[in-house]
Structure formats: structure tokens, C-alpha cells
């Protein structure tokens, strides 16, 4: 059974940049694709960006050129730098486990339950 904690949410004016991380337990980490999520109020959860056991990345258009996903399996930790932040982009984020099999987001398969969140709010 994975175990996912997600922190470094928080307040942040827009153009501002924060970092979440995500610490996973209970898996051997390096060998998950990890995904970050997130639903605003009102929304269905939608997928931000993934990772492969091999360090490939994609996200979601709207995150694009903004937004990096990197891991750190030394640490089982799994990271979302946000730079250049909007309204837009307040939710719950929740990271992920899980299988990874193609070249397009629809590619990857949640095997994990869900963890707590950390919110984030983008406001002045």
C-alpha cells in the first residue's frame, strides 16, 4: 500500500512560484511513474504533468512552460516547481503513483489511492 504526503502549498500573489513535494512510503518509489493533480472548487481533478521511472516528462498544456516536474528517488520525494502562477491555478494538488505506457497524458494509469492535498491559492 502507497503512501503519499503532500506539502508546500500556500498563499502566493500571482507571478509568484512555489514548490510542492510529495513523499511517497510503501513502494519502491524509483520504479512508479508519479503524476501530480488538481481540482479547483467546483471541478473534476485533472492531471497536471507525470514522470516516468526514467525521468520523461510531460504535462498539461495549460501548465506548460510554467511548471516543472522532477523527482528525487534518493529521497522517494517527488516535486512540482510552479513559476508564474494565476488564479487560475488555485486547487487541491494530490500526487500520484503509478504506470506509465505511452507518449500522451492519457498514457498513464493512477495505481494509488490519494493523499490529503495541499491547497494552493493564487490571489493579490
Known amino acids: 500500500q502507497v503512501q503519499l504526503v503532500e506539502s508546500g502549498g500556500g498563499l502566493v500573489q500571482p507571478g509568484g512560484s512555489l514548490r510542492l513535494s510529495c513523499t511517497a512510503s510503501g513502494t519502491i518509489f524509483s520504479l512508479n511513474a508519479m503524476a501530480w493533480y488538481r481540482q479547483a472548487p467546483g471541478e473534476q481533478r485533472e492531471l497536471v504533468a507525470i514522470?516516468?521511472?526514467?525521468?520523461?516528462?510531460n504535462s498539461a498544456e495549460f501548465v506548460k512552460g510554467r511548471f516543472t516536474i522532477s523527482r528525487d528517488n534518493a529521497k522517494n520525494t517527488l516535486y512540482l516547481q510552479m513559476n508564474s502562477l494565476k488564479p487560475e491555478d488555485t486547487a487541491v494538488y494530490y500526487c500520484?503513483?503509478?504506470?506509465?505506457?505511452?507518449?500522451?497524458?492519457?498514457?498513464?494509469?493512477?495505481?494509488?489511492?490519494w493523499g490529503q492535498g495541499t491547497q494552493v491559492t493564487v490571489s493579490s
Open positions: 500520484s503513483a503509478g504506470l506509465y505506457s505511452g507518449t500522451s497524458l492519457a498514457s498513464y494509469r493512477r495505481t494509488s489511492s
Open positions: 514522470i516516468t521511472s526514467g525521468g520523461y516528462t
